[in-house]
């Protein structure tokens, strides 16, 4: 696999538009939920305001600044995931958000890029000061977890959610 995160450029445009049709599509089908969020907030056929409005850069109305990245895998030239970084936590993100939200494209899933997203996003977190980054997933998300705790996630506790949805916090020190 040879595989990084980028930035969204024009270039990629068409590539998104298809990534997320699929996307939308299995979360209608399948029930399965849209993270990361962050790609799902505009429409991509607005393009240029989809790449202006994709990333929060000031804090303001309960927002923090994050990233968004999107794993290529460049050997195909195709988007296989995408990657939300909050660059600290409010007090919602500490509870039930974390640093990270990440996805992976549904025809890619369980071909190890979420472990390898994961493992590149954290290098990014690093860049950004984060010491020690929290995960969180939904307990029934058994690929999840198995990508965070690949990645060094340490269980801290499981709550139940607004929606009444068990949800599980992982640690990842990123020190030493």
């Avoid at 690929?143 to 599980?168: D, M, P, R, W, Y």
Wanted: proline letters at 3%; aromatic letters at 8%; hydrophobic letters at 35%.
């Amino acid at each position: 696999m040879n595989l990084r995160l980028i930035k969204l450029t024009k270039e990629y445009r068409e590539e998104l538009c298809g990534m997320i049709d699929e996307w939308k599509e299995d979360q209608t089908k399948n029930h399965t939920n849209g993270s990361p969020a962050a790609i799902f907030r505009k429409d991509p056929r607005d393009f240029d305001r989809y790449l202006a409005e994709l990333e929060h850069r000031d804090p303001s109305d309960g927002w923090v600044p994050d990233s968004v990245f999107f794993l290529l895998d460049e050997d195909r030239d195709r988007l296989v995931g995408a990657v939300n970084i909050r660059h600290y936590l409010n007090d919602f993100l500490l509870k039930e958000g974390g640093h990270i939200g990440d996805g992976i494209r549904p025809s890619e899933r369980g071909k190890g890029y979420g472990t390898e997203m994961i493992r590149l996003a954290l290098l990014e977190c690093r860049k950004l000061g984060i010491d020690r980054v929290l995960m969180v997933c939904d307990r029934d998300n058994v690929a999840s977890a198995k990508t965070i705790i690949k990645n060094g996630g340490v269980l801290e506790n499981e709550f139940v959610n607004a929606e009444g949805v068990v949800e599980q916090r992982y640690w990842i020190d990123l020190v030493g």
